[in-house]
């Protein structure tokens, strides 16, 4: 089939699917897209790349930089029109109004503060977005609505550049020459990413529609949801057809899975696990921190069972040489946008390929600290609700303790607008807007 043809049957699917789901979520405005192709963006590579803008990380993409501002811009004139209550927004998001402050003060410090500025810029529009969803009348039902548009244009769209567009959807290992699948995202953990997060919401999603088979009118998205799910799934296996493939994202969907599970048993029985749920995250915390510092996986076996050497492909020599460059600025960091460089990317690695060791790299124990603080108080909240609006706080904190999983050995941790984080930050929003709107919202 000629790739043009093959574009126009894919881009037609899309927009079917799309109309289809749309119908499901009436009440729910143009406005759902804001979030939607924020979210977009932040799991795949900037516009400039798509159209050919070749620039290094420290100038940044004229593209990518317009395009966010007119998504800032629109969403702040949606909620001007709206009438919007800011100060009340912020005070109820206070940990996030807090980091993005932070990350501000810390380009004080930055060796280059005018460059993490224009950084910082991006990640200010988390506020935006995520006020554009609790400014809808229903918040969760607006945020479910963007993250479906995400998993139908990202999955197929992918799936297309990997059989007809190879010189966009593939590449191949710089050492080994090993054949990997990039799709739409920057990397093949990347795509694997966004397919176990695709999984989980889609797997959760049937689970809770195939309880009800009897009782719907219309099949039809079932069937959607079902494909995609099988979409997602061949996609994080690769091209060598094994879930080892991408052995991050495959842990954190295990993670997600099991947490689900154990959450709905444990809610059915009545048994209390808000402590035992604190407990855990914050031991993923200290692992995951612990990890880069000394080299060492104190599960012994693991890295193994997913198919991965000691070194964890190559990881441990990426933390052994940024680890001394996190112990020269262990309190402040470097500044938020101030420590990668193009240099130092071809030196040592594109990424960290660990949240935690990446977060201090920018801005040190104290936004570590703070980021962790932010993601406790988000299961905690998200555990209190539980007994009102149990299933979709479930699907909620299966994904966060996936984010905590993931940031182990890879990083997106300390990016407000870096896929799956940006995902966490409208869940807080819709977390902390209020138990009652939400309950009203489903």
Avoid at 13 to 38: E, M
Wanted: aromatic share 14%.
């Amino acid at each position: 089939m000629p790739p043009e043809l093959a574009l126009l049957l894919v881009s037609v699917f899309i927009i079917i699917i799309l109309y289809i789901d749309d119908k499901q979520f009436k009440g729910i405005g143009p406005a759902k897209w804001i979030p939607a192709l924020w979210l977009l963006y932040s799991g795949s590579r900037g516009l400039g790349y798509w159209f050919n803008v070749r620039t290094t990380i420290e100038a940044g993409n004229p593209i990518d930089r317009y395009f966010l501002l007119s998504l800032g811009m629109l969403g702040f004139f949606i909620l001007s029109k709206r009438r919007f209550s800011w100060n009340e927004a912020l005070k109820k998001n206070y940990i996030l109004s807090l980091i993005i402050l932070y990350m501000l003060v810390s380009t004080i410090w930055s060796r280059v503060p005018e460059i993490s500025f224009r950084r910082w810029g991006r990640e200010a529009i988390a506020l935006i977005i995520g006020c554009v969803i609790i400014s809808e009348k229903y918040p969760i039902r607006a945020l479910l609505s963007a993250f479906r548009k995400v998993v139908f244009i990202a999955l197929p769209y992918s799936l297309l550049l990997i059989k007809y567009y190879p010189q966009y959807g593939r590449d191949y290992h710089i050492h080994t020459g090993e054949l990997m699948w990039l799709g739409i995202a920057g990397q093949k953990n990347g795509l694997a990413l966004i397919c176990s997060f695709s999984a989980i919401f889609l797997i959760w999603s049937l689970s809770k529609d195939l309880s009800q088979w009897k009782l719907l009118t219309k099949k039809t998205p079932i069937l959607i949801d079902l494909s995609m799910l099988i979409l997602s799934v061949y996609l994080m296996m690769g091209p060598r057809r094994t879930f080892k493939y991408s052995s991050t994202s495959f842990l954190s969907l295990l993670i997600g899975l099991i947490f689900i599970m154990l959450l709905r048993i444990s809610i059915n029985k009545k048994t209390k696990i808000h402590v035992k749920l604190i407990i855990i995250a914050v031991t993923i915390i200290l692992i995951g921190t612990y990890i880069p510092f000394t080299g060492k996986i104190p599960i012994k076996g693991v890295p193994e069972l997913l198919g991965r050497d000691s070194t964890l492909t190559g990881r441990t020599q990426i933390w052994n040489a940024l680890v001394p460059y996190a112990q020269k600025k262990l309190i402040l960091g470097h500044g938020f946008g101030g420590f990668w460089t193009t240099s130092l990317r071809e030196q040592i690695a594109i990424t960290a390929h660990n949240g935690y060791l990446d977060t201090m790299l920018n801005l040190g124990v104290i936004g570590l600290i703070i980021f962790s603080f932010f993601l406790i108080s988000l299961i905690s909240k998200c555990y209190k609700l539980t007994n009102d609006i149990w299933d979709i706080t479930l699907l909620f904190l299966s994904m966060v303790f996936m984010f905590l999983v993931h940031n182990i050995a890879e990083a997106s941790l300390g990016y407000l607008e870096s896929f799956p984080s940006s995902l966490i930050v409208l869940f807080s929003f819709i977390i902390h807007n209020g138990e009652s709107n939400i309950n009203s919202s489903l």
